[in-house]
């Protein structure tokens, strides 16, 4: 996506209410994750771009991606990088 049209964006993890815009149309988080066979003890824990102050779902790491997202040759490349922390002693 290129950043410069992108509107404010945080990263949290979901939130009842939370959606995404796919090419389909509008669907609920909980269903893409139930969808996409998430188990349920990992859905809280799964880290998402969302938009700031919205319910709205830019990007579930790991994930599917927002149609507010696409990808065309105008794009400006840029990494996140998201890196679980170890909890092994």
Do not use: Q
């Not at 599917?64 to 909890?87: D, M, Y």
């Amino acid at each position: 996506a290129d950043a410069a049209g992108l509107p404010p964006l945080v990263l949290r993890t979901r939130r009842p209410g939370d959606y995404m815009r796919l090419s389909i149309g509008r669907k609920k988080l909980k269903d893409i994750m139930i969808d996409d066979k998430i188990p349920r003890e990992v859905r809280d824990s799964i880290p998402l771009l969302a938009v700031a102050g919205s319910s709205e779902i830019f990007w579930m790491v790991g994930g599917r991606r927002s149609i507010l997202a696409p990808v065309t040759e105008h794009c400006v490349v840029f990494a996140i990088v998201w890196e679980k922390e170890s909890t092994a002693s």
